[in-house]
């Protein structure tokens, strides 16, 4: 069984209007929440296998507040080009490259991105209709299958969805 989580990135600041979307850092509130959702994820006992996120500055601050949390190592997160605003079709196709681990049939994966692309990725995956994934928003998505390369819109299941203001 594969474990997707999806993770949209905590919430960036607005104060610089020359920063290019690209470099927008992590505002104080997005500081606040990004650890905070990574100690749920901890006390879920979630333990990644794989990491990857988006190149964006505020996507990589939020990976690494959360992979903090989790104990995951900063050197082993893949970056992905692909990922910053990502639409639903090239997240999949980054989903299905994810590296299989021999012997292990149970592996977890963390994906962060951006909107709209992983609302609508996540809807198409699991069947489900979430209006959107909110900053720092959280979604478990499990598959049955034992290969990521086999993930396709309609093959998951959404085991949960959280936010910062969900778990206040």
């Not at 997160?77 to 989903?95: G, S």
């Amino acid at each position: 069984m594969k474990k997707l989580i999806i993770i949209r990135h905590a919430k960036s600041s607005w104060e610089d209007p020359s920063l290019d979307d690209f470099d927008r850092q992590l505002n104080k509130r997005g500081e606040k929440d990004a650890p905070r959702m990574g100690k749920l994820l901890r006390e879920m006992k979630i333990t990644p296998d794989n990491v990857i996120s988006s190149p964006a500055v505020r996507a990589m601050e939020t990976c690494k507040h959360i992979s903090k949390k989790l104990d995951f190592s900063p050197n082993k997160v893949l970056i992905d080009q692909r990922l910053y605003h990502a639409e639903k079709e090239l997240i999949l196709q980054v989903v299905q490259e994810i590296p299989d681990r021999k012997n292990d049939h149970e592996e977890i994966a963390l994906l962060f991105g951006h909107n709209p692309g992983l609302t609508e990725f996540v809807n198409a995956i699991s069947n489900e209709a979430i209006v959107n994934i909110p900053t720092c928003g959280v979604v478990v998505i499990s598959f049955s299958h034992a290969r990521w390369c086999d993930a396709q819109f309609g093959s998951g299941k959404m085991e949960w969805f959280h936010y910062p203001k969900k778990v206040d």
